[in-house]
Nanobody
């Protein structure tokens, strides 16, 4: 059973940056499976932020395109989300998820192998 642990959240002002990390438990290899980031703001439903497939294909929600970048370090078994030009509407709990297949397709998160516990990002105006 893979375990995911997010870190890197915090409080920043509008226009600032944060880099979120998602570390996987030993024995789990990121390069074999789809991985992604999601967020949930207070009073709202969880929403897709970004994903990366094993062939390097990335996908982003329209609201974060051009500002966020997903990447992974297979040697460290860690997934990252670089968040730049942050806005107050980016305030949320951010979660990483591990898929079951090599490519992120459809609503793959509905069948995710594992979810992290979340890390909170707060952006003030």
């Amino acid at each position: 059973q893979v375990q995911l642990v997010e870190s890197g959240g915090g409080s920043v002002q509008s226009g600032g940056s944060l880099r979120l990390s998602c570390a996987a438990s030993a024995g789990y290899t990121y390069r074999r499976f789809c991985m992604g980031w999601f967020r949930q703001a207070p009073g709202k439903e969880r929403e897709f932020v970004s994903s990366i497939s094993t062939d390097g294909t990335t996908s982003y929600a329209d609201s974060v395109k051009g500002r966020f970048t997903i990447s992974q370090d297979n040697a460290k078994n860690t997934l990252y989300l670089q968040m730049n030009s942050l806005k107050p509407e980016d305030t949320a709990m951010y979660y990483c998820a591990a898929g079951r297949y090599d490519h992120c397709s459809g609503s793959w998160w509905n069948y995710a192998r594992a979810w992290g516990q979340g890390t909170r990002a707060t952006v003030s105006s």
